[in-house]
């Protein structure tokens, strides 16, 4: 298995982490999104199938599967900066365990970039 999949899984996982405690928090609450819960898990089907196909692709080593490892890296910034300076609440988000995950998102995801550029340019 190449570095570059072992950052994607480890990313990806993160953010299925942060996602699942996300629903508890009520994410689409604070963020105002439409539909409630069912609106929550609906925007996230597409989002975990393309997550799950980038491994795909990665694992077949293809130019896509690199695009899609950048999205996911840049990703992994998206709860810091949410959460951290957008929508930053005291009453969400507020456990050790979510600042180590939001904070190994961002790690993870910094990594994930740095090396899926690496890919793309070579």
Known sequence: MSP????????ATLLLIHEIESAY??????LALPGGISGFLLLHIPIILIVFYGAIELAWGTLLGSIISL???????LPFFV????????VHFNRITSWLTIYANMVVGIALLIISLSKIVA
Request: charged letters at 25%.
């Open 4 to 11: 570059l999949l072992i950052v994607y899984c480890i990313s």
């Open 25 to 30: 928090e009520k994410e689409w609450e604070i």
């Open 71 to 77: 999205i996911l890296g840049f990703g992994g910034l």
């Open 83 to 90: 959460h951290g300076v957008l929508v930053r609440r005291k």
